[in-house]
Nanobody, 114 residues
Framework: VQLQASGGGLVQPGGSLRLSCAAS????????WDWYRQAPGKQREVVAG???????NYADSVKGRFTISRDNVKNTVYLQMNSLKPEDTAVYYC?????????WGQGTLVTVSS
């Protein structure tokens, strides 16, 4: 199974980006998707998560600004990021949990700067 993340880039403060992460390969089902991020010099942290029935959770730092969603048919997860701040700058990783060993995407860089 491979996870392909995309959608990162350079955006000005206050701007928006939409990240996508698609899973391909031999997939029966994905119970839970999560987005993590890792800023330079910092530990990786969870940003948002969504279960197979659509229950979501968010880090306090992104609540009200980020929205996670999923397409179970396409085995894809999205992260809509609005009102971006410089402190959101990081490499963003997707993680898929099939109720077993999780799969990780390769990361996509988000840079928020004027």
């Amino acid at each position: 199974v491979q996870l392909q993340a995309s959608g990162g880039g350079l955006v000005q403060p206050g701007g928006s980006l939409r990240l996508s992460c698609a899973a391909s390969g031999s997939i029966r089902s994905i119970y839970r998707w999560d987005w993590y991020r890792q800023a330079p010099g910092k530990q990786r942290e969870v940003v948002a998560g969504i279960t197979s029935v659509g229950i979501t959770n968010y880090a306090d730092s992104v609540k009200g600004r980020f929205t996670i969603s999923r397409d179970n048919v396409k085995n894809t997860v999205y992260l809509q990021m609005n009102s971006l701040k410089p402190e959101d700058t990081a490499v963003y990783y997707c993680r898929a949990d099939p109720r077993g060993v999780p799969w990780w995407g390769q990361g996509t860089l988000v840079t928020v700067s004027s």
